[in-house]
Structures are given as C-alpha cells and as structure tokens.
C-alpha cells in the first residue's frame, strides 16, 4: 500500500473528469487529458476532490494522527484562502460541504448525502484510523451515517481490495448511477475497477459515465492507482497533471 500511488491516481482521475462534469452519458468521450470544458480550467487541473484530500493528507502530516478538528481548519484554510487549490483557485465546491464549512458542522441530514466526503477519504487508509475516526472525518462535512459508513467501507476496500467481492454491483453499465448520490459514486467507481483490467480504462471507463466525472473518476483513480501502482498511470497524464509540488508536500507515508 502507498499513498502516493493512491493519490496521483485520484488526482489524476479528477482532473481527466473536471472538463465534463455534469455531461450525459453518451454526449461526449473522453480519451486522455483535455482542458477547459465545464469548469473552463486548463489541461490537468484537478478539483476539490483532490484539494481535500490533499488538505487531509497536510492535517496528518502536520499532526502525526488524524484529528478532524485540524483537518476542519485546513479545509476553512482551502475554502476561505485557496490554499491546497491549484493557483488558490475554489471553482467547484459541493453545497453540503460549503454550508458544513461556513456553519461549523457537518450536515447530517438524509438530504445531505453527497460524496463530497467519499471522494477525499482515501488517506484514512494509510492510517492507523479506527472505523470511529473514519466517520468523525467524513462528519466534518457529511455526517450522515449513509455517507460515513459509505467512507468506512471505501476506506476498508483500499487496505484490503479483495473487499470488493463482497459488494453488490450491477450487472449492465445502463444500471449504473454516476450522479453526486454518495451510493451511487461508491458503486460507479467500484463498477469501473472490476470491469477494467488497468488505470488508464478504469478511470476512463469512470469519467464517461457521464454526470459528476471528476469524482467518480477520482474515486476510481484511488482505487486504480492503489492496486496498480503509481507506474501504471499514463506518463503523458503525469506529465500534464499540474499541482504535483502540491501533493509531493503534503505526503505523509
């Protein structure tokens, strides 16, 4: 297990899904990196997915454990400031994680159920975090037990990938959801790792269901770039990928 892997892979992931974010399925193909698009950003720009795990990744380099309280305040610093952000550039903040971080507490109601925890909890796996500390680090913006628990399980499936056995998947891609729903990103992405065979066709695979691309891309990419390893992401992506000084930082294991 590296979480350097894990994270370039998530990075990556993001970034190739930022340019057709909110796009059907079926409307556009995605084959490599490209600029612009949705959010208008340059060619290998990821998100606030990569931002707030990177953010997280800072708190437990910073800590030396994993304290929600710390972790809170880095995300107040990337929200408020840009800091962990590309060119300290917020351009795509989900509303249950703006209004978790402008009032101080996570939003725990059922309607508060995207995966805007779900796509920055991957380095929980590269600790020593209890299924309790999963849940408070998820709690900082989705408290809700769908989405926590939906963290403990992603979180458990990258320390252990054979987990994934243990998941009900559909059987046809028309069955698979690729909308913001913290279930139906956890399932798309895991959809896309056991139909692939390889980084590059899991996140592509990921970013052209359409709907949240960068997350369900982001979310795959972790779990592609954990099992395959660093080595097996695109070097002409890697080379295009901006912000690596950013997560190099913020790497703690």
Not at 57 to 81: H, M, Q, T
Not at 105 to 118: I, P, T, V
Not at 206 to 222: E, I, M, R
């Amino acid at each position: 297990m590296a979480l350097r892997d894990a994270m370039y892979g998530l990075a990556v992931g993001d970034a190739l899904g930022v340019p057709f974010e909110f796009k059907a399925r079926g409307s556009f193909k995605c084959r490599g990196m490209e600029g612009f698009g949705t959010h208008y950003q340059p060619v290998g720009t990821w998100s606030d997915d990569s931002a707030l795990a990177i953010a997280t990744c800072a708190s437990i380099k910073a800590r030396g454990c994993v304290d929600p309280a710390d972790i809170r305040l880095n995300f107040e610093d990337w929200y408020y400031d840009g800091a962990f952000a590309i060119d300290h550039n917020v351009f795509d903040v989900g509303n249950t994680t703006s209004s978790a971080i402008v009032e101080g507490m996570g939003r725990a109601g059922a309607n508060s159920n995207g995966n805007g925890s779900l796509m920055r909890i991957a380095p929980l796996a590269y600790t020593d975090a209890s299924d309790d500390d999963i849940r408070a680090v998820s709690a900082i913006t989705h408290a809700h037990e769908i989405s926590c628990d939906a963290c403990v399980r992603f979180v458990h499936i990258l320390r252990d990938p054979s987990l994934i056995d243990q998941v009900e998947l559909p059987e046809s891609k028309k069955d698979v959801e690729s909308g913001g729903f913290v279930l139906s990103t956890f399932t798309a992405a895991l959809w896309c790792f056991v139909h692939t065979s390889n980084y590059r066709d899991c996140v592509l695979e990921a970013v052209n269901l359409g709907s949240d691309t960068d997350t369900t891309a982001a979310v795959a990419g972790a779990l592609a770039g954990e099992v395959y390893g660093y080595d097996a992401i695109p070097a002409e992506w890697l080379e295009v990928l901006r912000g690596k000084k950013i997560i190099e930082e913020c790497l703690f294991a």
